[in-house]
């Protein structure tokens, strides 16, 4: 089970192009919204999550936590507890986090970044406390995966996908979707 969390202001593509391409690839994944079950993005598109944060059962059985970027949306999942514990859980059992656009301040905050290479949208380099800094657009370092933004959400959910089921899973839904 990989849960999404979902914060009102995010990047709606960011947020659903992972949860697509994860499903697509046989990968069970929860949104969680962030103070209720409808969401609504940064472009005002409404989503409804799948569960309320209130019913959020915790990591134990989670394969990992996937944080989209977007303003506000980044400031309300980093203002979320359980968003911040769940991440911090998951990195520390080896789980997977990705986080995408602005997403990764909250993993630099959360110190999940040292001594990692990260990348996110480019203003934002500066909230990667502690980590190497890349050119890429998406970046995987072991347990954490992060994406510089809305333009390679593809690909962000492609390096998910990878890291959760194989390269192979990954490049047989890569080509279903006749991506580059």
């Known amino acids: 089970m990989v849960y999404v969390f979902l914060a009102n202001g995010l990047e709606e593509i960011e947020a659903l192009t992972p949860v697509d391409i994860l499903r697509r690839g046989g990968v069970d994944v929860v949104t969680v919204g962030i103070g209720g079950k409808t969401i609504t993005g940064s472009h005002h598109i409404s989503i409804c999550a799948d569960i309320a944060d209130s019913e959020f059962p915790g990591t134990a059985e989670a394969e990992g936590v996937v944080l989209p970027g977007g303003m506000p949306g980044t400031l309300n999942l980093e203002a979320s507890p359980i968003v911040c514990e769940a991440a911090k859980a998951c990195a520390a059992d080896g789980k997977i986090v990705g986080a995408i656009c602005a997403a990764p301040s909250v993993l630099g905050h959360l110190g999940l970044l040292q001594g990692k290479k990260a990348v996110c949208y ?38 998910l996908l990878s890291a959760l089921r194989g390269e192979a899973v990954a490049a047989k839904v890569k080509a279903s979707i006749q991506c580059r």
Do not use: H, Q, R
Request: proline share 5%; aromatic share 8%; with cysteine.
């Open 122 to 159: 480019p203003s934002f380099e500066g909230e990667l406390k502690g980590s190497v800094p890349t050119d890429d657009f998406v970046c995987t370092d072991g347990n954490i995966i992060t994406a510089k933004g809305m333009g390679v959400s593809v690909d962000f959910g492609l390096a």
